[in-house]
């Protein structure tokens, strides 16, 4: 209920013994842990909640049993602030990286494994996979500033890698981490490029090849004290974000609580008006218990002036705040959304339909009232379904391409109906006999004319499965189509259709239909090679046209 | 015959028929009523009979024998020979003189002898079988002289509507029965209305898109306008950075979104407003810090399969602000495209049902409202909200309702409040919030319908058995 409200998602109570005998079954599981565990869905731009640290830290300034802390930077003693220096070369690979220190930290296994596993979190989300950031952390006594970040060519860089016995060069370590589970699918980010980012303090030792592997020199243990933390980024902004989060979140464990320093970590002071406040949310609050609910949320907040003004000061760890609207929400949220009064807006509009949704309703109706059945299928198909199976070659029709299937069915776009019907059929082979499919939707076709290059275009499709070919009922279909349409059979102002080839259909079985002053669609037997495709038995016709003319 | 009542023998095949056959005429209920019973009777088999008229086997035996006695050879030859020498043997009728000239010869044992068994069967014939001991009944039953038959009896009566007369009972009404009037002395058989009917040959309509159409009308009582959603394929910019979601977002990952091959980009955009696109991206402004990072135009341009109708929305939003502002209402229903890991709830393409208000002034209130009145009209009247992301909503909110079936709280929705970044480069005015909501158009028909498996109702696996029963869709019963 607590997590409901604060807008978290229990998602599962276990325990390791459970997943593990979930996932590989239940011998394995012997010896794992029972504890409990409590499975949480977090909010996707709420990375100050990924650790049990930020979380317990939310909801406990929440419930208002602690204070918000208010996280400092500070000095070292001896006045000697760390540097890190980055050269130019970095702008080819990984332009940018920022770094700090955790002080006096005291580490246990369970805060060691957290400080381990928000890393990974971090890597996972925001960092998108090391490509955007990559974190590096070091035993700060083991080492000595001022530190340089640059980029060498794969061939200089040489040094043991975190818990390998021996040195490599960089090109060997890519080799050696080639068939690692996890570290394979980080080498491409660096692989192809001339120069490897690395960090080497003063005296030449690597801490990191970045966004690869940490050297094992500087590797940190339980009985680390100082913790240098160094991101480097293709994007600054995140870089930032993540370093924050970091140091943040472990400052917890620093002689003194919530200090740590670095070179930018501040809070921000935002101001907002009450009453856009309440105004936004649809409350009438005064403006201090506005500034209360805020505190709650970690956003510590006082009334300035003569109250018509709300300063609200923004800790490093909230950085998905960028706007007023995301202080208002967490004002909500403290109000609690399910408190709020619920109005109707007086709003006055009238409804119109979209004239081609409204067509395509009537003629549903109708088509279901003559006797045909209506179908639903996909709009992805395979090259095969609209090309080979129907005789013609794919680079005649229009199909717009999907770049990445991951399957051959969502390879293209359908050019029509027809595949999904006959697919339809087979699926439906034991039905009783005839089988009378329709289906109105949209095909997709390029279009060089559009701003994407592709249009949707609306499409009635029939179709008659029996012994007969029944190209009589088909036909008789269209008849009547044409004659919900107010059409008549008229060469002149109506339709008309006219003895055409196709691939699809047998030849002298296929005629083209023409109406409005332009060809509209087909109908005609399938070709038994089109029949013997799809996989069905029966002799079949079809009819497939544009409705949109009718518009 | 036809009297008080009358019994009818070996009428067993009388109600043959089963629940769809017309009952004959003369036996229909209201003509004669009639009753089983059963009784049982001895009778004698043909052999029993047999001995009647000859004598038992051991009887013909013994009167076969003259004085001087009989071989056993030629004794055996006789009818009764085998089965009557036993007999007569263990009565001690007949003796055996193993030693005797020419063979074995049989002599009589006494002089007379009392033939009882046939004397029994003679009382059996006589209907007198009850007077018999049960040991000497067994005893013939063994023998296979007698048996006991069981003989069903039918007592008939005369029914409601008894009649002397034989008539013809006529099936069903014709037109020339109206014409002439017969109908009024004619009798007609009785319909049996246990029976189903004959479906009516007809089309049917797609249960989804039965829903599709609930959920359109639903819309459309509530003042809602429809928007253009035929096109699937949309450039990255209306999908996403319209929204002021960033390139770098999760979502515009290979894993999620079909990205284009061919057309691989789009080509044309309002180019003032894709230049404010990129500076709140970039940049921030309109109050906004921005994401600040390198905003490109090519990963704009990049063309996908739309991964929801709220690229649409978009458009229409964007269309809305370059006129003199007035309120809108606006709704969709259509095809939206993922390129995610496929199970028994998940396609890669799925419809997507969306509301979208845009206002003065418009408050969270306002939107929980809105989504009271939408859901009750779906016949959902418990709901809950919480707080939820959205990149281009805030505040954000998840609509959650109670399921009795299942008794616990559901996801039916989510919703927001579009934030002032998507909205302030479009050049809507400053005072105007945009609410809007949106829900999967499937989820809600699987449960309508019961069913389990997505592709029992998507695409071409469907099951048309299913299609040609379902009901009605009412969504408020």
Redesign the interface.
């Given at each position: 209920e607590l997590c409901?409200?604060?807008?978290l998602?229990l998602d599962e109570i276990t325990s390791e013994k459970d997943i593990i005998s979930k996932e590989q079954g239940g011998g394995k599981a012997e010896g794992a842990s029972d504890i409990i565990l409590y499975k949480i869905d977090v909010?996707?731009?709420?990375y100050d909640l990924l650790c049990l640290e930020g979380l317990v830290r939310g909801l406990q300034v929440f419930k208002e049993r602690i204070k918000a802390p208010r996280y400092k930077r500070i000095m070292p003693a001896n006045g000697g602030v760390q540097r890190l220096i980055i050269t130019e070369e970095t702008a080819q690979v990984r332009p940018h990286a920022v770094a700090a220190v955790l002080r006096n930290i005291t580490f246990s296994k369970d805060r060691y494994d957290s400080f381990i596993d928000l890393q990974e979190k971090l890597h996972q989300n925001i960092c998108?996979k090391r490509a955007?950031v990559a974190i590096g952390t070091h035993d700060l006594d083991t080492i000595s500033g001022p530190f340089t970040y640059t980029a060498r060519p794969p061939s200089e860089i040489r040094f043991k890698p975190l818990n390998q016995s021996k040195e490599y060069t960089a090109s060997e370590i890519m080799d050696l981490y080639r068939t690692d589970s996890q570290l394979k699918h980080y080498l491409h980010i660096i692989e192809n490029k001339p120069l490897y980012p690395v960090i080497y303090d003063s005296n030449g030792v690597v801490l990191s090849m970045p966004p690869i592997i940490n050297g094992n020199h500087t590797k940190i243990t339980l009985n680390t004290r100082n913790v240098f933390v160094e991101c480097t980024a293709t994007?600054?902004?995140?870089a930032k974000i993540v370093l924050d989060i970091l140091v943040t979140m472990f400052s917890e464990y620093c002689e003194k609580q919530f200090t740590h320093k670095c070179n930018f970590l501040c809070n921000m002071l935002e101001k907002v008006k009450p009453d856009l406040i309440n105004?936004?949310?649809?409350?009438s609050e005064k403006p201090s218990s506005l500034a209360k609910l805020l505190t709650r949320m970690c956003l510590k907040s006082h009334v300035t002036g003569s109250g018509n003004n709300i300063e609200i000061e923004i800790p490093p760890t909230r950085a998905d705040i960028?706007?007023?609207?995301?202080i208002?929400?967490d004002a909500?949220?403290a109000y609690g959304?399910?408190n709020?009064?619920?109005?109707?807006?007086k709003?006055?509009?009238?409804?119109?339909?979209?004239p081609?949704?409204k067509l395509t309703?009537l003629l549903?109706?109708d088509?279901?009232?003559?006797?045909?059945?209506?179908?639903?299928?996909?709009?992805?198909c395979s090259q095969e379904d609209i090309a080979d199976k129907l005789g013609v070659d794919i680079s005649s029709t229009k199909a717009?391409?999907?770049?990445?299937?991951?399957t051959a069915?969502?390879q293209v776009?359908r050019t029509s109906l027809l595949p999904?019907?006959l697919?339809?059929i087979?699926?439906?082979r034991k039905?009783p006999l005839p089988?009378?499919l329709?289906e109105i939707s949209?095909i997709?076709i390029?279009d060089?004319t559009k701003?994407?290059?592709?249009?949707?275009q609306?499409n009635l499709c029939a179709i008659y499965y029996n012994k007969n070919p029944g190209f009589e009922v088909i036909h008789g279909l269209l008849d009547r189509v044409m004659q919900l349409l107010a059409v008549p059979p008229s060469k002149a102002s109506g339709y008309l259709i006219r003895a055409a080839e196709d691939s699809a259909f047998f030849p002298g079985r296929c005629a083209e239909i023409f109406a409005k002053g332009q060809s509209i669609g087909k109908l005609g037997v399938f070709h038994p090679d089109v029949i013997t495709k799809f996989e069905l038995t029966m002799p079949c016709s079809a009819l497939e046209i544009n409705i949109e003319p009718f518009l | 015959m036809l009297g008080a009542h009358a019994v009818l023998l070996e009428c067993s095949h009388l109600w043959a028929g089963e629940h769809q056959a017309e009952v004959s005429p003369v036996c229909s209920p209201q003509v004669i009523e009639a009753e089983q019973r059963s009784s049982k009777r001895w009778e004698l088999t043909p052999e029993g009979k047999e001995i009647v008229q000859e004598g038992s086997h051991e009887a013909r035996v013994f009167d076969s024998i003259p004085a001087e006695g009989l071989p056993q050879s030629e004794l055996m030859k006789l009818p009764s020979g085998k089965v009557g020498f036993s007999k007569a043997m263990s009565n001690k009728w007949v003796r055996l003189d193993k030693n005797a000239d020419g063979g074995p010869r049989v002599f009589r044992a006494v002089e007379s002898v009392q033939d009882s068994v046939r004397e029994k069967l003679q009382l059996v014939q006589q209907g007198e079988a009850e007077s018999l001991e049960e040991k000497d009944r067994n005893e013939l039953k063994k023998r296979k002289l007698l048996m006991e038959v069981i003989i069903k009896t039918y007592w008939i009566r005369k029914g409601s509507a008894f009649s002397t007369t034989v008539t013809k009972q006529e099936t069903d009404l014709t037109p020339e029965m109206l014409a002439s009037g017969s109908w009024r002395d004619l009798k007609f058989k009785a319909y049996n209305f246990e029976a189903l009917g004959i479906m009516p040959?007809?089309?049917?309509?797609?249960p989804?898109?039965k829903v599709r159409?609930q959920f359109?009308q639903i819309?459309?009582e509530?003042?809602?306008?429809?928007?253009?959603?035929?096109?699937?394929?949309?450039?990255s910019f209306w999908n996403f950075d319209a929204l002021f979601q960033p390139q770098?977002h999760?979502a515009r990952d290979?894993h999620d979104t079909?990205?284009?091959?061919?057309?691989?980009?789009?080509?044309?955009?309002p180019m003032d407003y894709l230049k404010r696109v990129k500076k709140i991206h970039s940049q921030?402004g309109y109050?906004?810090?921005?994401?600040?990072?390198?905003w490109k135009l090519e990963e704009a341009r990049k063309?996908i399969?739309r991964t929801h109708t709220t690229a649409v929305s978009a458009r229409m939003l964007y269309r809305l602000a370059q006129q003199k502002f007035t309120?809108?209402?606006y709704f969709s229903i259509d095809?939206v495209?993922r390129?995610e890991t496929l199970d028994a709830t998940h396609?890669?393409?799925f419809h997507q049902i969306e509301g979208v208000?845009a206002?003065y002034?418009?408050?969270?209130?306002?939107l929980?409202?809105?989504l009271?009145?939408f859901f009750t009209k779906l016949g959902i009247s418990q709901l809950?909200?919480?707080?939820?992301?959205n990149?281009y909503t805030?505040?954000?909110?998840e609509v959650f309702s109670y399921h009795r079936g299942l008794q616990k709280w559901v996801e039916v929705g989510n919703s927001g409040?579009f934030?002032?970044?998507m909205l302030l480069p479009m050049g809507l005015p400053e005072g105007v919030?945009v609410?809007a909501w949106g829900l999967s158009l499937e989820r809600p028909t699987m449960i309508k319908y019961g069913i389990n498996n997505i592709r029992e109702l998507?695409?071409?696996?469907?099951?048309?058995?299913m299609?040609?029963d379902g009901p009605l869709c009412r969504l408020d019963s």
């Open positions: 409901f409200q604060f807008g998602e909010p996707a731009n709420r998108r955007l994007d600054i902004t995140k105004k936004k949310i649809g409350i960028i706007h007023a609207c995301d208002i929400e909500a949220i959304y399910n709020i009064q619920m109005t109707i807006p709003t006055y509009t009238i409804a119109n339909q979209f081609l949704n309703e549903r109706q088509l279901a009232a003559a006797g045909f059945t209506e179908a639903l299928t996909f709009a992805l717009v391409h999907i770049a990445n299937p991951k069915e969502f776009a999904g019907l697919k339809t087979a699926a439906n039905m089988l009378k329709f949209d997709v390029k060089s701003d994407v290059g592709a249009r949707n609306r | 040959e007809s089309g049917h309509l797609h989804l898109l159409t359109r819309f459309l509530m003042g809602f306008t429809e928007m253009p959603t035929n096109n699937f394929i949309e450039s770098q999760p290979q079909f990205f284009l091959q061919d057309p691989a980009e789009a080509t044309d955009f921030g109050g906004s810090q921005g994401y600040k990072y390198d063309n399969l309120p809108a209402k095809r495209f390129n396609l890669a393409e208000v206002d002034g418009l408050t969270l209130g306002d929980m409202g809105t009271r009145e809950r909200f919480k707080p939820a992301y990149p805030e505040p954000s909110m409040i934030r002032p970044e919030s609410i998507v695409g071409h696996k469907v099951n048309l058995q299609v040609y």
